[in-house]
């Protein structure tokens, strides 16, 4: 696959995968060390039926990890009491403070527990990138640093396309806004078939990198488009999944197709409800800081890392397993951010 880097960031408490096509990050996929193993996409559990819901035509299943419990789709001729063992499959991660959901496999036994664990990182990445070899260390740490920067990340400017985006998720769709600025001397209305084209492009593998999914709205360059070709730029765009559904271009010139979710998208994993990064991604991310340091500067006999109090005993325990030239200290003139010195 001409184009295509595959990196892997070991972190202690967090492994992080990042799929680069043509300089460009596709996905950027976190696992952390305190997830549920029993939440991860494709791992299969026996749960316990712990309440039916014939409003949402659905059930809880308590996999065995607490609440929420996984929610399961039923059909009209599902028939599930409260107490039944089942065998389930996790179909979509969490997301928005709700359980993993779910697909029947079949009756289960015994109690609430983990059967097959879903593919890990190095398995996804084998998955999308098959033959490529990963690059590790410090090369990986700072792309998946850089995958994190524009995946959360509202919007990008492509300059050479003469394309500007926006990509924002509300509670009900995703919407996507492509902008476009017309060059003198050149042709508007194919200029604009282009920009439609490249902005698809280039939405498709944000949303992607982002782990969004749901309705999306894309609001196109221009009004009056050839039908036909927008859906087909739009299935070039974001793929041929046959849970795709793909809508026509509206008299507004608004396109809407609906995605499956199926991954914990990016910012849930890493920010709270106010936006700002957890308690566990700022430990996490000072010591892959501090990891990234050490393999820049190999001739310190020691680095220390300057921390803000409140997360220091929990980085100094990870930290630990970066070796003997890794030392943490807890700094109170830091609120924020981290510092590292020399010696």
Known sequence: MSGL???VDDTPGEVRGVVV????????????EADFPQHRLAARSVGRVAAVDPGL???FIDLGAGEPFGFLPLRKSDRLAVGAKVEVEVSAEPREHKGPTLGLIGAGEGEPRLLRAGPGVVDQLARLAPGVEPRAAAAAIRASLEAEEEALAPGALFAHLGVTLAVERTRAL??????HAAAPGRDGRRDKARANRDGLMQAARLIRLKGWGGLVAVDLVGTGHDGAAMLAAARAAFG?????SYGPVNRFGVLMLSLPWRTTPVEERLLGPDGRPTAETRVIDAVRRLRLALADNTAAPYLTLRCPPAIAARVETLAARLGPRARVKADPALSDGVQIDEG
């Open 5 to 7: 880097e595959v990196f």
């Open 21 to 32: 096509r043509d300089g460009r990050f596709e996905h950027l996929i976190i696992e952390r």
């Open 57 to 59: 035509k659905g059930a």
């Open 174 to 179: 995703v919407a996507v806004d492509i902008d």
């Open 240 to 244: 041929s999944d046959p849970a795709i």
